[in-house]
């Protein structure tokens, strides 16, 4: 299958500051990524949807200045949390739509582990 | 509005028994369904997915399976689990890109 992957795999910051994670679609260009927060022993909660060229859009309840997305590529897409707080620790996880014959498929990224301490 | 019920959020199981985690959906349009394996503290691995056809679906790994319509299911099965498929699963649902996930249901397999 296809593969996507995500770098930084870990990342500890200070509360305070910016931490930028990349979401790279390896084999196959992505119009459309997905961004994607999950808590412990939780499910995914889809943060935003992010277009190549083009604004993202945001699912209702998460702050679109706090998660800056960018999608400059038709295979990387960027997330960064600003002004990082300890609530913002979480494993975020991307994922890049697929699309070929009239069929598509969500390829999802390792995950990264963010710490704000 | 769409959602997806995963209806066991653990499910024990000894190894080289049969398994099936359950799946409902919800939704007013036609969907894609897809069940996701997640290993400790690593992302998504896509398992199988429907998208339209035979209403069996083989995936990988030994699993498989069955979109029923007029109960808005789709359970996963596996007639013979092994150690390594020790795991949390994921039911999602969705078209057009978005998809909304299960809670998620862990299989312990143990010896």
């Known amino acids: 299958g296809a593969v996507v992957s995500q770098h930084p795999s870990w990342v500890i910051c200070k509360s305070g500051t910016s931490v930028k994670i990349e979401c790279r679609s390896l084999d196959f260009q992505a119009t459309t990524m997905f961004w994607y927060r999950q808590f412990p022993k939780q499910s995914l909660m889809l943060m935003a949807t992010s277009n190549e060229g083009s604004k993202a859009t945001y699912e209702q309840g998460v702050e679109k200045d706090k998660f800056l997305i960018n999608h400059a590529s038709l295979t990387l897409s960027t997330l960064t949390v600003t002004s990082a707080h300890p609530e913002d620790s979480s494993f975020y996880i991307c994922?890049?739509?697929?699309?070929?014959?009239?069929?598509?498929?969500?390829?999802f990224g390792p995950g990264t582990r963010l710490l704000v301490l | 509005a769409q959602s997806v019920t995963q209806l066991d959020s653990q499910v024990p199981v000894f190894e080289e028994a049969p398994v099936e985690l359950r799946c409902n959906y919800s939704?007013?349009?036609?969907?894609?369904l897809f069940w996701y394996v997640q290993y400790p503290n690593q992302g998504l691995q896509l398992l199988l997915k429907?998208?339209?056809?035979?209403?069996l679906v083989k995936g990988i790994n030994g699993f498989e399976a069955e979109f029923n319509k007029s109960q808005t299911s789709f359970h996963l099965r596996k007639p013979s689990v092994h150690i390594s498929d020790t795991a949390e699963y994921f039911c999602a649902a969705g078209r057009g890109g978005k998809l909304i996930f299960g809670q998620g249901t862990e299989l312990s397999v143990k010896p």
């Open positions: 994922s890049a739509r697929d699309y070929q014959e009239y069929q598509e498929t969500q390829y």
């Open positions: 939704s007013s349009v036609s969907v894609y």
């Open positions: 429907y998208l339209s056809g035979s209403t």
